[in-house]
């Protein structure tokens, strides 16, 4: 498979399945749950969600925790952590790369977690655009915050960790977005430790 980007490859192939044994353990389950609780506790009338980049679906586990009822869909770039997602929502997971998905058709809740701060910057515009599309209602972003864009070193690697206001960037591209409320997760919550990261809560008016 051909990808647009290096930061497709690398998460595609052997870095990005090294990735899910840190990703698989049970312990993450918990902050998970307290934190989709707070945010879902913000939006209403969600019935589906689609999340970008699951990884092995811990998210999307947490979620059906707080809404057993939920439709979940995904789509994961890694083939190794789609089988692992697949065996969470089934024939709801897509495996390839947000930047060549065809939108078919729309969901209450789109969202990333730990992923935009991955995507090439350059292609950036292009998933976000792609997640107000295929989003009727509510865009949530939990990333690795940052006033201004920068990039950090990732694990020993340059051009593949970018920190930046995310949320910022919605709100300027799209008119019809308003934000609903943001959080930030630290890693030394003594109950429920999660990684420093600022999540918002934006609705379509």
């Known amino acids: 498979m051909s990808y647009q980007t290096p930061q497709e490859a690398l998460w595609a192939g052997p870095f990005g399945s090294e990735y899910i044994t840190r990703n698989r353990a049970q312990n993450l389950l918990g902050p998970k749950i307290r934190m989709f609780s707070r945010i879902l506790a913000r939006a209403r009338d969600v019935n589906s969600v689609f999340e970008i980049g699951p990884n092995v679906g811990l998210n999307l586990l947490a979620i059906r925790s707080v809404l057993p009822a939920i439709e979940l869909n995904a789509i994961e770039i ?3 952590a789609y089988r692992e997602v697949r065996a969470v929502i089934g024939d709801h997971a897509t495996h390839g790369s947000i930047l060549d998905f065809e ?3 729309t969901f209450d809740f789109v969202f990333t977690s ?3 701060i991955h995507i090439n910057p350059d ?7 792609k ?3 295929m989003s009727s209602r509510y865009i949530m972003v939990n990333e690795y915050y940052n006033p201004s864009p920068m990039e950090v070193t990732y694990r020993g690697q340059t051009g593949r960790l970018f920190k930046r206001d995310f949320c910022g960037d919605l709100l300027d591209r799209f008119e019809d977005l308003e934000l609903v409320d943001y959080g930030f997760t630290y890693r030394r919550d003594p109950v429920f430790p999660q990684d420093d990261c600022t999540w918002f809560l934006l609705r379509k008016r």
């Open 78 to 80: 890694n083939e190794d």
């Open 103 to 105: 939108i078919v058709r």
């Open 114 to 116: 730990g992923v935009l």
């Open 123 to 129: 292609s950036l515009i292009s998933v976000y655009d």
């Open 131 to 133: 997640m107000h599309a």
